[in-house]
């Protein structure tokens, strides 16, 4: 009779790229903070998908630091996007710069979306922490 060790938790390591990387975030965890991403990428053209992401993290929360993470700053990065927006609208030469935010709103996210695929952390540029 032979005694095998129990399998090793993995830690958390920092990759070459700089973000740390969760090894023991489960295949959900990891789905439902993909899809915070992506619904925040696809809110840059109706606002309505933005509250999807805002469900998808108040639900996730609760269940995993990963997702309360990732929600949190996609999140941030959306109100933060509205109000820089807002401000370019309001100011003269700010109106010519409008393009700016909604480019970021579509490409970022995506990335974050591909870097939440990997188990690794993230976090935007610009970015203002409200939550």
């Keep these: 009779m032979s005694i095998t060790p129990a ?5 958390r390591q920092v990759r070459p790229n700089g973000r740390l990387h969760e090894p023991s975030v489960s ?12 619904f925040v990428s696809l809110s840059g053209f ?4 933005f509250l999807v992401s805002v469900v998808l993290w108040l639900e996730g929360k609760k269940r995993s630091a990963f997702i309360d993470d990732h929600g949190r700053e996609a999140c941030n ?3 933060s996007m509205l109000l820089w ?3 370019l609208a309001i100011t003269g030469i700010g ?11 579509i490409v970022l996210p995506i990335q ?3 870097i939440a ?9 610009m970015t203002i922490r409200f939550l």
């Excluded at 399998?7 to 830690?11: A, G």
């Excluded at 295949?27 to 992506?38: G, I, N």
């Excluded at 109706?46 to 998908?49: E, K, N, P, S």
């Excluded at 010519?96 to 709103?105: E, K, T």
Aim: proline share 8%.
């Design 46 to 49: 109706t606002g309505l998908l």
């Design 95 to 105: 109106i010519l710069l409008l393009w700016v935010p909604v480019v970021l709103v």
């Design 77 to 79: 990065f959306m109100l």
């Design 7 to 11: 399998q090793p938790v993995p830690f």
């Design 112 to 114: 974050s979306a591909i």
């Design 85 to 87: 927006g807002f401000l």
């Design 117 to 125: 695929s990997n188990r690794e952390y993230v976090r935007y540029p």
């Design 27 to 38: 295949d959900s965890d990891m789905r439902m903070t993909v899809l915070c991403h992506v």
